[in-house]
């Protein structure tokens, strides 16, 4: 494109007008852990922040910058929006926030959720969000209770085998 169509004024802001991140209307339950993955989060950006703020001179790191002062206003949001709720202190024969819970699938196969909050969700974990379709199947339910989770790929019936905090 030629320079001739583009405002010195937008190259100077390019990559610093970000869009906010979306904060979730679900109450934000948090586990002691959740937590404390929220605060390491924030404390990191602000060092990352103090050290890019030094170099103001630099392009690159004013977009850095943007970033990271977007980050940490949501991190901010989500840490005053904090609603810890203590695993330990839930009724442990009910699945409910914090639960780790073993179930049984059709075929036999064992499944193993822990039930979280939405920032400390992460499937690879076998983390899950509170508010998402498998944990709002398994909540209130007991062991020896089926579930029908309904999934993109098809429903299917879970056993609830164990319940542990």
């Not at 583009?6 to 610093?16: F, I, N």
């Not at 959740?34 to 990191?44: H, N, R, V, W």
């Not at 499944?111 to 398994?138: C, M, N, T, W």
């Amino acid at each position: 494109m030629s320079r001739g169509f583009v405002k010195e004024d937008d190259l100077e802001h390019a990559g610093t007008d970000l869009p906010e991140r979306q904060i979730s209307t679900h109450p934000n339950y948090v586990t002691p852990v959740g937590l404390k993955q929220l605060e390491d989060e924030a404390s990191a950006l602000d060092k990352t922040r103090a050290d890019l703020v030094s170099q103001k001179d630099n392009e690159a790191a004013k977009q850095k910058l943007a970033v990271a002062d977007r980050d940490l206003r949501y991190l901010s949001a989500r840490l005053e929006q904090a609603i810890l709720v203590e695993p330990a202190e839930q009724d442990k024969s009910t699945v409910l926030f914090g639960a780790k819970v073993q179930v049984k699938d059709e075929d036999g196969e064992l499944l193993r959720f822990h039930l979280v909050g939405e920032d400390e969700a992460d499937i690879a974990q076998q983390k899950v969000s509170y508010v998402s379709p498998i944990a709002k199947a398994l909540i209130g339910r007991k062991v020896g209770h089926s579930v029908m989770w309904k999934r993109p790929a098809g429903a299917i019936e879970l056993e609830i085998i164990e319940i542990t905090y």
